[in-house]
Each structure stands twice: as structure tokens, then as C-alpha cells.
């Protein structure tokens, strides 16, 4: 009777229905990771049945929204058609890509050479997590010591400005593609305009009262890309001009940075003066203080006022009394505001819309920002008011001519010399 009773129990395991249930809980779990994995897979344009050892995932997408996102169905399916299938989908809201950011992206910010885009192969540097071929200018062994002392200061990658030189002028424009097709080889859709979150760090320290120990800022540029290359710089066609800060003038192509163009300012470096702008001391700064400014371009028929406010019609470099300048004036016997040897951040928005058959764009800046979301540049941010606020209508033509970008930084410095660490970088557009 024993032996007959443990021989039942053998054959209720065994038998198919007990096993088939089994079998079934199993495949649902398997059904299930491989939607999982399906969704985690997806990128746009994605769709349709991916086989794996375990089973096949298929995707669908409807979008993108307004708001850039695609609605994804990711169904997982194990043994179809047998008595043991299982499915299971899942459902997700999913952005069309990452933002760009240095983490991913840093290596397709293209290096300047002299002669296009720089006068010198140490003004703008990239340092990656990891050892690139030497840039253009410099042997591999100089490339190796630079890269082995500059690499772990910032985490992700950074971006180095001025390179502690003395009259350099230079730019740096991504180049990479993003989003299936919003950017080509760093030719991007402006579309309804952008955010932009980095940290920088001036590693100088300037305590002068009027803040002329060091050199002379940098801009975060927007440019047209139909007539900027990637080549694309300001600065003096010869010498020295830190004041044009790599934005103004007619740069070593004799064309500069033509525009339509925005740029944000980051001037440390007071040059009030207001006469001819092909003359030293030119860009009618408000006063010896560090400032933000918002930048268009000047009097069509130079590049020599592109940076000086008040300079231009339609439209007009802002000046102190608008929302588009901002500064910080220095406090007791301290360091200038910028200048103190300390990281910064700065997030930039450009809100852009068509209006009466030219652009309505609104340009906003919040140094140092602090609120919830200040870094998160897949929404704007409303937890601050903004230092810099301001709005401009572009004619047709220019408004069309910013329907396809570059963006990245310029640098200039003249008799004093400047390092500037651009860093934590990201970027996404406003859909």
C-alpha cells in the first residue's frame, strides 16, 4: 500500500496538467521581462517583432505629442500558439531621446583648429573620461601630460576655455546627431526653442576693484547654421581683441559669426567705453562689474558690434536699464562676483514662436539657480524668477534663418589670461 501511494504521488507530478500549469507560470513571467525588455530597447522609430532565445517583444509607437513623447506598447509573447502561450504588454510614455549632455555626448563637440574656429590649439580643449587622439596643434606626448592632469576634475567630461592664454579667441559647436534626425552632424531644429543647464568655474581670482586682473568672459552661443559652419568664430581678423570675446569681428575667415545668432554673456572683463567699435575699450559695459547679457547682433554692415550694447535696430544688444542685462557688483574687499575661484551654474531657456510673419523669442537665464528641477532641462522652469529676461520680435528672414541652429561657446581673452571650466552640461529641446 505504501509503495502504491508514492507511486500515485509520482504520477499527479507528472502529470500533463500540473506541468502545464507550471510551464504557464513560468512563460507568463518570461512574457513579462520580455515586454520589459522591448520597452527598455525601444528608441523612435522602433516597431515591430524582435526575437530572443526566451521569446519575441513587439513594439508599437503613436507620437511624439506636443511635448516630444511617444506612446510606446511593448507585448511580450512566449510559445505562440501552444497551450502554454503567454503574453503580457506594457504601456510607457517615453521621450523621444535623452537630453545631449557630456556624459554621452561630449566627444561630438568638434575641436577647433587654428586658422578655423581658433588663432591657438590650447584655447579650447575637451577632456574625456577618455585619452582621444591629440588635438590638432599639439603632439601626442603634450596631448598625454595635459589630458593625465586635466581629466578627473570633473566628472563626465569637461570643456576648458581660454587655456591661460593671452590673446585667444576661439569656438566650440556640437556636432553630433540627436533624436532622430532634431540634429545632423550638429545642424539642429530650433523648432519652438531649447533649455540649457551647465556649471562653469573662472579659475582665477580677481579682487582688483575695477576686475581687470583677468581676462574677458565667454558667450554660450545660438547660431544660425545656415550660414555659420562648424568653423565659425569672432575675434580680430589679426592681434588682439578679448573684448569681442570669440562672438564679435570678423574672426580669421573674415566673415565671424554672421548672423541671425543669440548668445548669453558671461563678461568679466569691464570695457565701457562707446566710441568706434573697431577701437579698443568698445562695448559700452555698464560699469566695472561682472555681468550676464543677453546678445543679438549689431549694425548689419559689421561684425564689430555684435557685442555691444545697445548696438543694432531691429534688434538691439539689450543694455542695463532692460531685463536683458544683468550684474553683480563686487562685495566689500572680496573677489569680483565670477571671479572667485568658485563653480557657478547658469540655465538658459529660448522660448521661441511665430508672430505676424516674423518670431516672437523670449530669452531667460538664471544664474546660480537653486529651486526643484533648476538642472532639469526636459521642462522649463518656473521655481525661480529668472536674473535675465528678454523679449525680442526677429523680422521674417531672420526668424527663418534660425529654423536650423549650432549652439556651443566662444572664448576671448586680450592682455590678460583666463581659465574657464565648462562642465554638468545638458541641453534639450522645447517641443
Same mark, same amino acid.
Given at each position: 500500500?505504501?509503495?502504491?501511494?508514492?507511486?500515485?504521488?509520482?504520477?499527479?507530478?507528472?502529470?500533463?496538467? !500540473?506541468?502545464?500549469?507550471?510551464?504557464?507560470?513560468?512563460?507568463?513571467?518570461?512574457?513579462?521581462?520580455?515586454?520589459?525588455?522591448?520597452?527598455?530597447?525601444?528608441?523612435?522609430?522602433?516597431?515591430?517583432?524582435?526575437?530572443?532565445?526566451?521569446?519575441?517583444?513587439?513594439?508599437?509607437?503613436?507620437?511624439?505629442?506636443?511635448?516630444?513623447?511617444?506612446?510606446?506598447?511593448?507585448?511580450?509573447?512566449?510559445?505562440?500558439?501552444?497551450?502554454?502561450?503567454?503574453?503580457?504588454?506594457?504601456?510607457?510614455?517615453?521621450?523621444?531621446?535623452?537630453?545631449?549632455?557630456?556624459?554621452?555626448?561630449?566627444?561630438?563637440?568638434?575641436?577647433?583648429?587654428?586658422?578655423?574656429?581658433?588663432?591657438?590649439?590650447?584655447?579650447?580643449?575637451?577632456?574625456?573620461?577618455?585619452?582621444?587622439?591629440?588635438?590638432?596643434?599639439?603632439?601626442?606626448?603634450?596631448?598625454?601630460?595635459?589630458?593625465?592632469?586635466?581629466?578627473?576634475?570633473?566628472?563626465?567630461?569637461?570643456?576648458?576655455?581660454?587655456?591661460?592664454?593671452?590673446?585667444?579667441?576661439?569656438?566650440?559647436?556640437?556636432?553630433?546627431?540627436?533624436?532622430?534626425?532634431?540634429?545632423?552632424?550638429?545642424?539642429?531644429?530650433?523648432?519652438?526653442?531649447?533649455?540649457?543647464?551647465?556649471?562653469?568655474?573662472?579659475?582665477?581670482?580677481?579682487?582688483?576693484?575695477?576686475?581687470?586682473?583677468?581676462?574677458?568672459?565667454?558667450?554660450?552661443?545660438?547660431?544660425?547654421?545656415?550660414?555659420?559652419? !562648424?568653423?565659425?568664430?569672432?575675434?580680430?581678423?589679426?592681434?588682439?581683441?578679448?573684448?569681442?570675446?570669440?562672438?564679435?569681428?570678423?574672426?580669421?575667415?573674415?566673415?565671424?559669426?554672421?548672423?541671425?545668432?543669440?548668445?548669453?554673456?558671461?563678461?568679466?572683463?569691464?570695457?565701457?567705453?562707446?566710441?568706434?567699435?573697431?577701437?579698443?575699450?568698445?562695448?559700452?559695459?555698464?560699469?566695472?562689474?561682472?555681468?550676464?547679457?543677453?546678445?543679438?547682433?549689431?549694425?548689419?554692415?559689421?561684425?564689430?558690434?555684435?557685442?555691444?550694447?545697445?548696438?543694432?535696430?531691429?534688434?538691439?544688444?539689450?543694455?542695463?536699464?532692460?531685463?536683458?542685462?544683468?550684474?553683480?557688483?563686487?562685495?566689500?574687499?572680496?573677489?569680483?562676483?565670477?571671479?572667485?575661484?568658485?563653480?557657478?551654474?547658469?540655465?538658459?531657456?529660448?522660448?521661441?514662436?511665430?508672430?505676424?510673419?516674423?518670431?516672437?523669442?523670449?530669452?531667460?537665464?538664471?544664474?546660480?539657480?537653486?529651486?526643484?528641477?533648476?538642472?532639469?532641462?526636459?521642462?522649463?522652469?518656473?521655481?525661480?524668477?529668472?536674473?535675465?529676461?528678454?523679449?525680442?520680435?526677429?523680422?521674417?528672414?531672420?526668424?527663418?534663418?534660425?529654423?536650423?541652429?549650432?549652439?556651443?561657446?566662444?572664448?576671448?581673452?586680450?592682455?590678460?589670461?583666463?581659465?574657464?571650466?565648462?562642465?554638468?552640461?545638458?541641453?534639450?529641446?522645447?517641443?
Amino acid at each position: 500500500m505504501l509503495l502504491l501511494s508514492a507511486l500515485a504521488a509520482s504520477i499527479t507530478l507528472l502529470s500533463p496538467g !500540473a506541468a502545464q500549469t507550471k510551464l504557464a507560470g513560468i512563460n507568463e513571467a518570461r512574457a513579462y521581462y520580455l515586454a520589459l525588455s522591448g520597452l527598455n530597447f525601444w528608441s523612435p522609430g522602433k516597431t515591430g517583432s524582435y526575437t530572443l532565445a526566451t521569446g519575441t517583444f513587439i513594439l508599437n509607437q503613436t507620437g511624439p505629442d506636443a511635448g516630444g513623447y511617444y506612446t510606446v506598447t511593448s507585448l511580450g509573447r512566449v510559445s505562440p500558439g501552444l497551450p502554454s502561450e503567454a503574453n503580457h504588454q506594457l504601456t510607457a510614455r517615453r521621450k523621444s531621446a535623452k537630453p545631449i549632455n557630456f556624459d554621452d555626448d561630449i566627444d561630438d563637440f568638434i575641436l577647433p583648429t587654428v586658422g578655423q574656429g581658433t588663432n591657438n590649439a590650447r584655447s579650447i580643449l575637451v577632456f574625456d573620461s577618455d585619452l582621444a587622439d591629440a588635438p590638432p596643434g599639439l603632439s601626442e606626448h603634450e596631448w598625454a601630460t595635459l589630458w593625465a592632469d586635466n581629466v578627473n576634475r570633473y566628472a563626465g567630461g569637461w570643456v576648458r576655455l581660454g587655456g591661460g592664454l593671452t590673446n585667444s579667441h576661439g569656438a566650440i559647436w556640437y556636432g553630433g546627431d540627436y533624436d532622430a534626425g532634431t540634429c545632423s552632424n550638429g545642424r539642429c531644429t530650433l523648432g519652438r526653442g531649447l533649455r540649457a543647464y551647465f556649471a562653469f568655474a573662472f579659475f582665477g581670482y580677481d579682487d582688483s576693484n575695477d576686475s581687470t586682473r583677468c581676462a574677458d568672459g565667454f558667450t554660450f552661443a545660438v547660431v544660425t547654421a545656415a550660414n555659420d559652419p !562648424a568653423t565659425a568664430v569672432g575675434g580680430p581678423a589679426s592681434g588682439s581683441r578679448g573684448e569681442y570675446l570669440g562672438y564679435a569681428g570678423p574672426g580669421p575667415s573674415g566673415h565671424g559669426i554672421v548672423p541671425p545668432k543669440i548668445a548669453l554673456e558671461v563678461d568679466t572683463y569691464p570695457n565701457k567705453g562707446r566710441g568706434r567699435t573697431t577701437d579698443v575699450n568698445s562695448r559700452a559695459d555698464a560699469g566695472n562689474a561682472n555681468h550676464l547679457a543677453v546678445l543679438y547682433w549689431g549694425d548689419a554692415a559689421t561684425p564689430y558690434d555684435d557685442n555691444t550694447h545697445g548696438a543694432g535696430t531691429s534688434p538691439v544688444n539689450p543694455e542695463k536699464q532692460s531685463g536683458g542685462y544683468y550684474e553683480q557688483a563686487r562685495r566689500g574687499n572680496g573677489p569680483n562676483w565670477l571671479e572667485d575661484g568658485q563653480p557657478h551654474s547658469l540655465r538658459l531657456e529660448i522660448h521661441r514662436s511665430d508672430a505676424g510673419g516674423g518670431g516672437d523669442y523670449q530669452v531667460r537665464a538664471w544664474i546660480d539657480p537653486a529651486g526643484e528641477g533648476h538642472a532639469d532641462v526636459t521642462a522649463d522652469y518656473a521655481a525661480q524668477t529668472p536674473q535675465i529676461e528678454h523679449r525680442v520680435t526677429l523680422a521674417a528672414a531672420d526668424h527663418a534663418g534660425l529654423d536650423a541652429i549650432r549652439f556651443g561657446w566662444t572664448e576671448g581673452t586680450g592682455g590678460q589670461s583666463q581659465t574657464v571650466a565648462i562642465y554638468d552640461f545638458s541641453l534639450d529641446f522645447r517641443r
